[in-house]
């Protein structure tokens, strides 16, 4: 513990929503009971590491902006173990009980795997002593597979079997890290698993690749004794033109594809639901649906910018629907609320990762009461349940039980006529979810 990274800056206490402090929470009370369970355990956010301590701020027309006193620059070992304590110094006055990290963000890469290897020990022996004395816990770990020059055209999915074998040995080794530092999950994100274009690709073999990686890691998870879950996250382009986990859809049709289904969840994130052309709601119905959901990367779009801008959420509709699923897929287990969000990069001040991460959670706490209050009322699920209800006997019951020929339902409908329909209502039930926001 050195707490100097953030000197003026206590630690954030919940006030209310009258008090007028910015660096307060207004409605995230992390002991506060909704339904019986506090908000901290409905929730478990988690900062992401990637974000907040090693993003620059950098956008495509412009170099990075981000003070941040206590980092050198330099990409020694020394460095990263310095940012170690100032990201639980972050993390602790903010209140926040998880985090998640990949491999090259928490320690260097250096010369060969051996060193980086050893880097990567070095800091974890920090991340470790910082855990046990704040009791902030990992959430997952992941490795960054698509940074090195190595994984230029992906890794898993790369051409060259040399660059297959490097991407899986970081693997190995992230995933080592992340069973040591005791990670309840660990994450895969196929940075560059895809294609540029189709005229130089083999995509089958790509994909076939693309599973042996995942069973090469199953098989070690195994062996190492990690009982975290494993997670993949969708995201349909960029820096590729096709990602072949391009939503969630695409990634439960490649698991049983490759017999992998019940081995990996999803870890569902916001700005990619957007690229993919889905309402996260959306996203998150296909994955609760399949029994899939698995975790989640808070963050948001910008609807006029066309890439991954990874905001931090702040609109009170969307992190309603998100706790919503949350709520009906019974809660979150090993998963989480990651900020997958760095801040604006006008916002370059340390303290706007307090701004930033504040309001994701108050966002967050708002959509957890506005969901539960919801579902607690009834009349939603109700219209739902109702609008189906003639499958609940007669013809529509023996559908449903698969008792029915082709002929049966030639002989019912000559019976029964033209059939009448009901409104379907999504203006009432619309103007219903405005009287919860
Ligand atoms: C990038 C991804 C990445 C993953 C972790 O767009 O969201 O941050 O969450 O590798
Ligand atoms: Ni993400
Ligand atoms: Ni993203």
């Given at each position: 513990m050195r707490n100097d990274a953030f000197p003026d800056i206590p630690k954030i206490a919940f006030e209310g929503a009258s008090s007028r402090n910015p660096l307060s929470f207004k409605h995230y009370d992390e002991n506060e009971l909704v339904g019986g369970k506090s908000m901290k355990e409905h929730m478990r956010f988690g900062v992401a590491y990637w974000h907040a301590m090693r993003n620059g701020l950098s956008d495509p027309f412009g170099g990075p902006t981000a003070q941040r006193p206590w980092d050198d620059g330099s990409n020694s070992v020394e460095n990263a173990q310095n940012r170690v304590y100032a990201a639980f110094e972050f993390m602790e006055k903010l209140g926040a009980p998880y985090y998640c990290f990949h491999d090259r963000d928490v320690a260097p890469e250096c010369n060969n795997l051996e060193e980086s290897n050893a880097a990567l020990d070095a800091v974890a022996d920090v991340l470790e002593a910082e855990q046990k004395r704040s009791g902030i816990k990992l959430l997952w770990g992941t490795a960054c597979?698509?940074?090195?020059?190595?994984y230029n055209q992906g890794a898993g999915t790369s051409p060259f079997a040399d660059v297959f074998a490097y991407g899986a040995a970081q693997v190995k080794k992230a995933l080592e890290v992340t069973h040591r530092l005791g990670g309840e999950g660990y994450t895969f994100w196929g940075g560059r698993e895809g294609y540029s274009t189709l005229w130089n690709t083999d995509m089958k073999r790509e994909l076939d690749h693309l599973a042996a990686l995942l069973k090469l890691a199953i098989e070690h998870k195994k062996k190492i004794g990690f009982k975290g879950a494993f997670y993949i996250e969708p995201k349909p382009r960029e820096p590729s033109t096709h990602q072949y986990d391009s939503d969630a859809a695409a990634c439960l049709n490649f698991l049983r594809e490759y017999g992998l289904e019940g081995e990996l969840t999803l870890n569902l994130e916001t700005n990619h639901a957007t690229l993919a052309g889905h309402t996260m709601m959306h996203e998150m119905r296909v994955a609760r649906d399949a029994g899939a959901l698995g975790s989640i990367d808070a963050n948001t779009g910008d609807e006029l910018i066309g890439w991954d801008t990874d905001q931090f959420p702040t609109d009170i509709y969307l992190t309603t629907q998100i706790m919503v699923e949350v709520l009906k897929m019974g809660g979150l287990t090993t998963g989480g609320l990651n900020f997958d969000a760095k801040c604006r990069r006008e916002s370059f001040e340390p303290v706007d990762l307090f701004h930033a991460h504040i309001g994701g959670m108050d966002a967050f706490a708002r959509g957890l009461k506005i969901a539960h209050a919801i579902i607690e009322d009834g009349r939603l699920d109700k219209f739902v349940d109702d609008r189906y209800s003639s499958f609940n006997s007669g013809i529509g019951a023996d559908i449903e039980a698969g008792k029915v020929t082709m002929e049966d339902l030639h002989d019912h409908t000559v019976k029964n006529g033209e059939p009448t329909t009901k409104s379907g209502r999504q203006e009432m039930i619309e103007n219903l979810i405005n009287e919860f926001i």
């Amino acid at each position: 513990m050195r707490n100097d990274a953030f000197p003026d800056i206590p630690k954030i206490a919940f006030e209310g929503a009258s008090s007028r402090n910015p660096l307060s929470f207004k409605h995230y009370d992390e002991n506060e009971l909704v339904g019986g369970k506090s908000m901290k355990e409905h929730m478990r956010f988690g900062v992401a590491y990637w974000h907040a301590m090693r993003n620059g701020l950098s956008d495509p027309f412009g170099g990075p902006t981000a003070q941040r006193p206590w980092d050198d620059g330099s990409n020694s070992v020394e460095n990263a173990q310095n940012r170690v304590y100032a990201a639980f110094e972050f993390m602790e006055k903010l209140g926040a009980p998880y985090y998640c990290f990949h491999d090259r963000d928490v320690a260097p890469e250096c010369n060969n795997l051996e060193e980086s290897n050893a880097a990567l020990d070095a800091v974890a022996d920090v991340l470790e002593a910082e855990q046990k004395r704040s009791g902030i816990k990992l959430l997952w770990g992941t490795a960054c597979l698509f940074s090195h020059e190595r994984y230029n055209q992906g890794a898993g999915t790369s051409p060259f079997a040399d660059v297959f074998a490097y991407g899986a040995a970081q693997v190995k080794k992230a995933l080592e890290v992340t069973h040591r530092l005791g990670g309840e999950g660990y994450t895969f994100w196929g940075g560059r698993e895809g294609y540029s274009t189709l005229w130089n690709t083999d995509m089958k073999r790509e994909l076939d690749h693309l599973a042996a990686l995942l069973k090469l890691a199953i098989e070690h998870k195994k062996k190492i004794g990690f009982k975290g879950a494993f997670y993949i996250e969708p995201k349909p382009r960029e820096p590729s033109t096709h990602q072949y986990d391009s939503d969630a859809a695409a990634c439960l049709n490649f698991l049983r594809e490759y017999g992998l289904e019940g081995e990996l969840t999803l870890n569902l994130e916001t700005n990619h639901a957007t690229l993919a052309g889905h309402t996260m709601m959306h996203e998150m119905r296909v994955a609760r649906d399949a029994g899939a959901l698995g975790s989640i990367d808070a963050n948001t779009g910008d609807e006029l910018i066309g890439w991954d801008t990874d905001q931090f959420p702040t609109d009170i509709y969307l992190t309603t629907q998100i706790m919503v699923e949350v709520l009906k897929m019974g809660g979150l287990t090993t998963g989480g609320l990651n900020f997958d969000a760095k801040c604006r990069r006008e916002s370059f001040e340390p303290v706007d990762l307090f701004h930033a991460h504040i309001g994701g959670m108050d966002a967050f706490a708002r959509g957890l009461k506005i969901a539960h209050a919801i579902i607690e009322d009834g009349r939603l699920d109700k219209f739902v349940d109702d609008r189906y209800s003639s499958f609940n006997s007669g013809i529509g019951a023996d559908i449903e039980a698969g008792k029915v020929t082709m002929e049966d339902l030639h002989d019912h409908t000559v019976k029964n006529g033209e059939p009448t329909t009901k409104s379907g209502r999504q203006e009432m039930i619309e103007n219903l979810i405005n009287e919860f926001i």
